[in-house]
């Protein structure tokens, strides 16, 4: 099993800035994907931003806004969310996707980020 823990949520007001970070833990799995996806009250789980190899993914509403990052030597990814909006209140979820042992995907508890004044 591979155990995923999100920090750096938090209540910011509009125009602010928070950085997400998520560790993991436990075994190897060689990660296919993985990044961030959130969920706001009475809505879908929606991708955020993802690495795949290389290649960085961003929602629409977030480009210009939000940048990942990982750190491969620490087993962490993160994201820097600047100017946020109110319409980026959510629950965040980091996310891995493993293609080896087998295919697997991992989900951490969630940080909630509220943006408010």
């Known amino acids: 099993q591979v155990q995923l823990e999100e920090s750096g949520g938090g209540l910011v007001q509009p125009g602010g800035s928070l950085r997400l970070s998520c560790a993991a833990s436990?075994?190897?799995?060689?990660?296919?994907?993985e990044g961030w996806y959130r969920q706001a009250p009475g809505k879908r789980r929606e991708l955020v931003a993802t690495?795949?190899?290389?290649?960085?993914n961003y929602d629409d509403s977030v480009k210009g806004r939000f940048t990942i990052s990982r750190d491969d030597a620490k087993n962490t990814v993160s994201l820097q969310m600047n100017n946020l909006k109110p319409e980026d209140t959510a629950v965040y979820y980091c996310?891995?996707?493993?293609?080896?042992?087998?295919?697997?995907?991992?989900w951490g508890q969630g940080t909630q980020v509220t943006v408010s004044s």
């Open positions: 996310y891995h996707r493993c293609d080896w042992p087998e295919i697997s995907i991992y």
């Open positions: 436990g075994r190897y799995c060689n990660i296919n994907t």
């Open positions: 690495y795949s190899g290389i290649r960085i």
